[in-house]
């Protein structure tokens, strides 16, 4: 464990001496990752505030960790991250903490299928030759420097070989959601998507593809809220304003970050504690109790949650924690926020699914991947687990990334849909071992020789951040954010540490406020301003932001925090297409 450096000590030398620093208020932020980064990074902007993060983990960011391990020579991430040109927040933290040139223009995403019969989500003997899916490498360049237009919607249903009038319906749902009335917004709040487009009446190819398509842009659902993933294709679709402030280079409406995150966040972090942050890892916040003169008693102990990423103070160099303070940001795991009792509206918590990331370090490149070299972002979507991958190597996307001498290419792909049966082995992720869910991925992103496959998943590594394959997983049975996959014949199962939140459509609508005044919510299950919007990172720095000034209202500050979302241009224009969509597609139902 690394020793805090003397910035550090200053922290913790000013944290044992708050009570003789009457002038300042103390404020916790329970959690680091990007929500709680956020609403620190907003907060310290404000000298009289004395702010203290606490974090479970052995680094700050949460599930945006990812870096290289210098030890094993290798890339080891949580997920691939696209961020969109309508992200107000994110952009908004990068661009006044100095992280733009941390981010690059997305050229085009590749809607690539490999064409092993996954569609039929079932064996791999099940799949007839001779059938056109059976064709590899079908791929459709979406260009993210203009808006999607008619010419490639065509192109997609035609080489996908989608049902157009199931793809005029989803067009008729969008344009409808466009000019949904607030009454109509606030009922599909709590409505399932499915049922909103129709989903079951599609035909079942265009029906998976819709379906890997939410999952993989919005690690949406079919039983996600409605009004949610609505604005998400809105957001995909239409024009929208993007963020006053973009990184350099041809303006695109996708950006990817061109190194390992951590690197990003590291940045962050470094910027927060030179503003006089307090960052204690390894720790967790057990309770709170509020005392009569409205100072919050705060529970903490020591974690042995563990992170291979190792960049923070561990809670046993701070012997003085303040453990009362003024007011708190709580940007927690809502299973956490249930136990502690600040969510008496949800009767249990939420539904999550998995998520992750594999990586895959290559000293040459598979012909099947050729056609991607130099692309960003790359979505398949014949894949039952829902893969987004991203070939990174030297010289290319990473151009500021030193590769190792060993190998020249890495292959990162993200996994969304792990519940789902693969196409070579039939079994769900949790099923797998290590080795099988490696093959299996790389299957179903097409390579079918064995003997590369096996070649190319020997080097692979799956999600070392928040996923462990461990016989000893009563260990993490006490922890809340823990999830456990079934047990193996071998005894061992999959343990996971963070699940992706889906926002179901039975679930409470979350507001940033608790029934303390000085205690407010931030994280991914946060109604966030704006009309249109998105279940990413840029909801989650959103709610930081919103956590950020409630409490300076709180506090009776004057300081603002800058909550601008996007909108939607030419509104007026979709409420004489939306007539003419409906026409279209009760046309295609007679024909």
Avoid at 227 to 253: N, Q, Y
């Amino acid at each position: 464990m690394s020793k805090p450096n003397s910035q550090q000590n200053n922290s913790k030398n000013n944290n044992s001496n708050l009570t003789a620093q009457s002038d300042k208020k103390n404020i916790l932020i329970a959690g680091g990752g990007i929500s709680g980064l956020t609403a620190a990074f907003e907060l310290s902007e404000d000298p009289s505030l004395d702010i203290t993060i606490v974090e479970s983990g052995a680094s700050c960011g949460g599930k945006m960790i990812g870096y290289f391990n210098t030890d094993k020579q290798r890339f080891e991430e949580h997920s691939i991250r696209a961020l969109s040109s309508t992200y107000f927040s994110l952009f908004n933290i990068f661009d006044r903490a100095g992280l733009l040139h941390m981010l690059t223009p997305v050229d085009d995403y590749q809607f690539y299928q490999s064409g092993d019969g996954s569609f039929n989500y079932g064996n791999k003997d099940d799949v007839n030759k001779d059938d056109a899916r059976a064709e590899k490498g079908k791929r459709v360049a979406i260009d993210r420097r203009a808006a999607i237009d008619l010419q490639t919607i065509e192109s997609m249903i035609d080489t996908f070989d989608l049902n157009k009038k199931d793809m005029l319906q989803l067009v008729q749902r969008i344009v409808h959601h466009v000019n949904a009335s607030d009454e109509e917004r606030a009922e599909m709040a709590f409505k399932k998507v499915g049922d909103l487009i129709g989903i079951e009446d599609f035909d079942t190819r265009t029906k998976q593809f819709i379906t890997n398509w939410f999952g993989i842009l919005t690690g949406a659902r079919m039983h996600s809220k409605a009004v949610d993933i609505m604005d998400s294709f809105v957001l995909m679709f239409l024009p929208m304003t993007e963020a006053p402030i973009l990184p350099a280079g041809a303006t695109s409406k996708s950006y990817c970050f061109n190194r390992p995150t951590s690197e990003v966040l590291e940045t962050l972090v470094a910027i927060l504690k030179s503003r006089g942050v307090t960052i204690i890892t390894q720790a967790r916040v057990l309770n709170m109790h509020r005392q009569d003169n409205g100072k919050l008693s705060v529970d903490i102990s020591r974690t042995n949650i563990s992170c291979t990423n190792d960049n923070e103070s561990n809670a046993d160099e701070y012997d003085n924690l303040q453990q009362h303070f003024d007011a708190a940001v709580m940007a927690l795991p809502h299973e956490v926020l249930w136990k502690i009792g600040l969510l008496p509206q949800v009767k249990k918590p939420f539904n999550d699914e998995w998520s992750f990331g594999t990586q895959y370090p290559l000293t040459q490149m598979p012909d099947a991947f050729k056609p991607f070299l130099g692309k960003s972002y790359n979505l398949c979507f014949d894949a039952p687990w829902n893969i987004v991958f991203q070939i990174q190597h030297r010289g290319g996307f990473w151009q500021d990334v030193e590769f190792p001498d060993s190998f020249d290419y890495n292959l990162s792909a993200t996994c969304s849909s792990p519940f789902n049966k693969g196409a070579l082995f039939g079994k769900r992720f949790m099923e797998c071992t290590p080795s099988e869910a490696k093959e299996e991925i790389l299957y179903q992103l097409g390579i079918t020789d064995n003997k590369q496959r096996q070649a190319i998943a020997k080097g692979g590594i799956i999600d070392p951040i928040n996923l462990r394959y461990v016989d000893d997983w009563q260990a993490y049975a006490d922890i809340e954010t823990a999830e456990m996959g079934i047990v193996q014949d071998n005894g061992k199962r999959w343990v996971n540490l963070a699940q992706i939140y889906v926002r179901n459509a039975d679930d409470a609508l979350i507001d940033t406020q608790t029934h303390w005044d000085n205690v407010v919510v931030a994280g991914e299950i946060v109604s966030v301003a704006g009309r249109w919007k998105i279940p990413t990172m840029e909801q989650a720095a959103t709610s930081g932001k919103q956590a950020a000034q409630a409490l300076f209202t709180y506090l009776g500050s004057e300081k603002q925090v800058s909550l601008e979302t996007a909108t939607l241009l030419h509104e007026g224009r979709y409420k004489y297409l939306d007539p003419l969509v409906m026409t279209l597609n009760k046309a295609a139902n007679i024909l």
